[in-house]
């Protein structure tokens, strides 16, 4: 395995990440599965494993499997999504952050976490009082660097603000959605990320399964995810385009899954592109594309299927934001709607 920097933490981590929402309730209950998919990770020589407190049992699997070799991972989880019915024990306030990092760090078996993330924006809490209470944490030793998810660009750029106002730690890390179909943050996020110095950690890099090639135009794809009900499963662009990526990928000889995976890597402000397997299949799928190289030609075809900083409809599960999805805070009450 290569080396990136995480950012400009001197973090030294692999282009591939293992993710492990996956491993444990949320999608491979088998825990003993699990522990054997980290452990074959990590000894393909991945170096970056990633999860977070709402995963289920997530971080619990992850911390029984790096049991006497955690030292050779760099630890990354976020804060943020609820855990239990609880209206407090969530978002990103002091008082959630604070007890947060304690319920991971005792599910992670570990005295620090190397990377933590605040999951979403909070749009309830002042972001001076989020970075306030994660700098403390730095501070304590129980966390070595910090990082967001889901921002927008103009979010970001108010973070890094407040912290160099106030004297507070930086966010280092960004985690955006990003795949073939998915390329908004070509825009203005990755711009942004590396402006600042940013290590970015990409998520769904197969857009959610769909450049997995299993789920294919024409067909019912009711299959583990799709039965599910998300619609992006049965968009009919995203399959359009999917089906023109597996073209692509039988000419090249590259299968699908690598060409997805290589081409995030390859953007030069991304540091690692998170895989996130359920199975072992999966992982070593993962694994037999790593050293895959994508060149300019090959690039330049995928540019005219999906055109850079444009994505070909949208993940169900990806962040928009509350002005987005609050009606309220797009309309005007109706009295005020009139024509000035």
Do not use: C
């Amino acid at each position: 395995m290569q080396y990136r920097t995480l950012g400009r933490t001197g973090i030294k981590v692999t282009p591939y990440a293992l993710g492990a929402m996956m491993l444990g309730s949320f999608g491979n209950p088998d825990r003993k599965e699990g522990i054997r998919i980290i452990h074959r990770a990590l000894d393909a020589g991945i170096n970056f494993v990633d999860t977070a407190d709402r995963y289920g049992d997530s971080e619990e699997v992850v911390g029984e499997a790096l049991a006497g070799r955690r030292d050779q991972v760099v630890l990354a989880t976020k804060f943020h999504g609820p855990v239990d019915d609880d209206v407090n024990h969530r978002g990103a306030s002091r008082r959630w952050i604070v007890e947060a990092v304690e319920r991971s760090l005792r599910n992670l078996r570990t005295d620090h976490i190397d990377l933590y993330q605040l999951h979403r924006p909070d749009p309830d809490t002042d972001i001076d009082e989020t970075l306030s209470a994660l700098t403390d944490l730095v501070r304590q030793g129980k966390v070595r660097a910090i990082g967001s998810s889901s921002m927008r660009g103009s979010e970001i750029v108010e973070a890094q603000w407040v912290s160099d106002r106030r004297g507070f730690e930086r966010f280092r890390t960004e985690q955006p959605n990003y795949s073939i179909l998915d390329r908004e943050i070509e825009r203005e996020i990755l711009p942004v990320t590396q402006r600042y110095g940013m290590g970015t950690l990409v998520y769904s890099p197969l857009a959610g399964g769909t450049l997995t090639g299993r789920y294919r135009a024409g067909a019912a794809n009711d299959e583990f995810r799709a039965g599910t009900g998300m619609r992006h499963f049965r968009d009919a662009r995203r399959l359009a385009a999917t089906e023109q990526l597996i073209a692509l990928a039988d000419e090249t000889g590259i299968r699908l899954t690598h060409l997805a995976m290589a081409f995030t890597i390859a953007h030069p402000g991304v540091t690692s592109a998170i895989a996130g397997p359920r199975t072992m299949e999966q992982l070593e799928d993962t694994l037999a594309g790593v050293d895959v190289r994508l060149d300019d030609d090959v690039l330049d075809r995928i540019d005219a299927i999906v055109p850079p900083g444009e994505s070909v409809g949208a993940m169900d599960m990806v962040y928009r934001g509350p002005e987005v999805g609050d009606p309220a805070m797009r309309r005007r009450p109706v009295g005020e709607r009139a024509a000035a």
